[in-house]
């Protein structure tokens, strides 16, 4: 069930609800005053909450325990990871450039720590997903002495469609490389294997999936490689993040993880999320749904229709009580065309309508039932055909 009855909450790609359990755990932790630095029992406890949450974390993403490095969110795993140095086996290992999809988060899409000269857009097709040959060809152009991180998201959190990153894991390692992933919408969403991708790291965040915000964790991959710490000063999180961890954060963080990993609350949702769509197109025929044809996140839904603002849809469906969100919103409030969808060579003018709507752990039919209702009074109202 929703955890407000008056507001249906259909934005779980921006942030999903705080689970009961993840709150529990938050409140337990919050009464154990020590730091996981720290050596008395208070301190001792702390860190056996550190050390626990990465072994649920890990069962998450398929990992190796040690390899997982807290963080305040994704934003700071992915601009730690977008670094001109890493190190190898403990020594410098320099990186001259990093190529990032054009549909990226705008924490890759800046390039992280790297000069704006050198980040390299990757283009995609028009279903969204990265154009192998193409990065292959800037690949195969680069000098001997080049060497790049390229840098690909799981799925899109606009559209939710899944990129091809074992194919482009084997590329790029084969060709030398380094690998980053932002996994951030697909972490819970769907069965993920760091192992299986072969990436050398990866970007995941806990309020997508249940748990607080203000947590998430850069995870290493293969080889001994590993960014330079964007946080210095301390020696917390084994010398490569510096400041005192988020203990509670981080438990909730680990409770939500777990949870996660359940494959019939997957089902659910991609049957909710199915039933919505056929629905939605049985009331208006004329709507597209992006990236319907290829693999995409079961609980994602992006769609508009020609002529419909997304920005006065979505005051539509908050006045009907219903939280879903467009495809871009600009730092002024206002709804701008996605960069995501023009990069799909989807027309500006559609672009502008896109509505995405996103399903969760506490989502019910009712829930769907009454987005429906509310998109049918919407539909009506504002589609021009209609009018007059």
Not at 34 to 53: F, K, L, V, W
Not at 150 to 163: D, H, I, K, P, R
Not at 343 to 368: N, P, Q, Y
Request: proline share 3%; glycine share 10%; aromatic share 6%.
């Amino acid at each position: 069930m929703t955890t407000n009855r008056e507001l249906t909450y259909l934005d779980y790609n921006a942030s999903a609800p705080l689970r009961e359990e993840s709150l529990l755990a938050l409140q337990d932790a919050y009464k154990n005053a020590g730091n996981a630095s720290s050596i008395h029992s208070s301190g001792r406890r702390a860190r056996a909450i550190i050390e626990d949450a990465r072994h649920k974390i890990a069962d998450l993403v398929d990992c190796n325990p040690a390899n997982i490095i807290f963080t305040s969110g994704a934003s700071e795993a992915n601009v730690t990871a977008l670094s001109p140095t890493w190190l190898k086996n403990g020594e410098p290992f320099i990186l001259t450039q990093v190529f990032v999809s054009a549909i990226e988060h705008p924490s890759v899409i800046a390039g992280g720590r790297f000069a704006a000269q050198n980040v390299q857009s990757l283009p995609v097709d028009e279903e969204g997903r990265v154009v192998v040959g193409e990065l292959r060809r800037l690949l195969e152009k680069l000098g001997e002495d080049e060497t790049v991180l390229v840098s690909v998201m799981a799925a899109n959190s606009e559209t939710g469609v899944l990129q091809p990153l074992q194919e482009i894991g084997v590329l790029v390692e084969d060709m030398g490389h380094l690998f980053h992933v932002d996994a951030v919408q697909m972490a819970g969403k769907e069965p993920l294997s760091m192992a299986r991708i072969g990436c050398n790291s990866m970007s995941i965040s806990s309020h997508k999936i249940g748990g607080p915000q203000g947590v998430g964790a850069l995870v290493l991959g293969k080889g001994d490689f590993r960014p330079i710490p964007l946080l210095t000063g301390g020696g917390q999180e084994s010398w490569r993040r510096a400041g005192t961890e988020n203990t509670a954060g981080i438990a909730g963080f680990a409770v939500a993880a777990a949870q996660s990993t359940d494959s019939q609350e997957r089902a659910r949702i991609s049957g909710l999320r199915d039933y919505m769509e056929e629905r939605m197109k049985e009331i208006s025929p004329d709507a597209i749904i992006f990236g319907e044809d290829v693999a995409r996140l079961g609980n994602t839904m992006c769609f508009a229709v020609e002529g419909i603002s997304a920005e006065t849809a979505l005051i539509n469906f908050d006045l009907f009580g219903v939280a879903v969100s467009s495809g871009s919103a600009c730092s002024s409030g206002k709804v701008g065309a996605s960069h995501v969808l023009l990069a799909m060579g989807v027309e500006e003018s559609l672009a502008r309508g896109a509505i995405r709507v996103s399903l969760g752990w506490a989502t019910t039919k009712d829930d769907v039932e009454h987005f429906l209702s509310a998109w049918t009074k919407i539909y009506k109202r504002m589609k021009p055909s209609q009018k007059g």
